[in-house]
Every structure is written in C-alpha cells, then in structure tokens.
T-cell receptor, first 109, second 116 residues
C-alpha cells in the first residue's frame, strides 16, 4: 500500500459548486497533516493544517479521521481561482513531510 | 519579503554532464529539504537537513547524487553524471521548525532540469 493515496482527478466543477477531496495514508504513526496547494508550474504552498477536531478557514474545511486514516478537504462556493492541484501532506515527528501526488481541480464559469 | 531562492531556474544539459543546483533558504530557517517532482512520481524527498546536518537522504540515489550545506545560507544538490531519467523539477524548501519537518515549508520556485 502506498504511503499516501489521492484521487488524481481532474475534478471539473462549475463556479459556486461544493467539492470534496479525500486522501488516505498508510502509516498510523503519522502525526501532522496538511493540505498544500500547487498552481500550474509553480511551487507548492501551504493551504491549511488539519487538526483532529476539524478546522475551517473561510470556504475551506479540513477534517481528519484517524480511525480510518484519511483526511479530507471541502471547498464551498468554488471560485475560478481555486483551480489548482491540492496535495495531501503528512509526517511523523522529526521526519520530513511526505506529499501525495495531488488532486487536480478545475473550476469553470 | 523573505523567500527561498533557487538557481538555476532552468537547465538543459546532455547525459553524463555534471549538474549543480543551489538554494538559499530563508534566513533563520534551520530545516532545509530537497524534493524532486515528476508527473509520474509526484514530489519525492531527496534530502533533509536540520541545522546543516544531513538527517535523511534515503530517497537520493547515492551513486550519482550528493547534497550538502556548506553554510547556513547555501544548500547544494549535485548530480554527476546526469541521466535522462533525472529530468524533473527540483524544489528546495526551508522551514522554521526545530522538530523535523512539521509545520509550514516554504518552497523555492524550483529548478527545471532537462537531461538530453
């Protein structure tokens, strides 16, 4: 089983839609979880951390399910500017971040 | 505006040539990472330094790749000899954490390498 698995997509949605991505991880010792965003031909940038109790940042909601070993990202009211690749990221204490291959989102008008 | 700086941005070379990529991490960051990104494999960790000491280079082909931090302001990744399968975007990233790779990493714009 791969360390982290994401549906590569693409997810094609209209503006205003709600879209959700899941990401599963295999290492139960993983401690920290994040979503990064990468625009085409650009570097990855942190979108948000993922906390056990779930957390929200504007239109974005992240959740962690340790029992089932997955994290999720929900985007409400999608904007054209949300079009990007979303990378699931995790690590254990003292180790480097492990990145998923990403899920591509395309929001159209 | 603090940022990670990488050079060169683009490099085209022929198989067998030596390639050196350089990275200036954000001042004050004590963790530095080299990642390689391809369509097939996504972002793969090559090397990881904390306080200039190498902590993990298990993802790096040892026979041809080497990574060093001669000082706190410079990290280098060298490929010798280069092969076509090394073609990828190489990202350097730095982080402020004193505990491994937790928290936010700041990436450079990447070095796009093409080996013919």
């Amino acid at each position: 089983r791969k360390e982290v698995e994401q549906d590569p997509g693409p997810f094609n949605v209209p503006e205003g839609a709600t879209v959700a991505f899941n990401c599963t991880y295999s290492n139960s010792a993983s401690q920290s979880f994040f979503w990064y965003r990468q625009d085409c031909r650009k570097e990855p940038k942190l979108l948000m951390s993922v906390y056990s109790s779930g957390n929200e940042d504007g239109r974005f909601t992240a959740q962690l399910n340790r029992a089932s070993q997955y994290i999720s990202l929900l985007i409400r009211d999608s904007k054209l500017s949300d079009s990007a690749t979303y990378l699931c990221v995790f690590n254990q204490a003292g180790t480097a971040l492990i990145f998923g291959k990403g899920t591509t989102l395309s929001v159209s008008s | 505006d603090a940022r990670v700086t990488q050079t060169p941005r683009h490099k085209v070379t022929e198989m067998g040539q030596e390639v050196t990529m350089r990275c200036q991490p954000i001042l004050g960051h004590n963790t530095v990472f080299w990642y390689r990104q391809t369509m097939m494999q996504g972002l793969e960790l090559l090397a990881y330094f904390r306080n200039r000491a190498p902590l993990d280079d298990s993802g790096m082909p040892k026979d041809r790749f080497s990574a060093e931090m001669p000082d706190a302001t410079l990290a280098t990744l060298k490929i010798q000899p280069s092969e076509p399968r090394d073609s990828a975007v190489y990202f350097c990233a730095s982080g402020p954490g004193d505990r491994g790779g937790t928290g936010e990493l700041f990436f450079g714009e990447g070095s796009r390498l093409t080996v013919l």
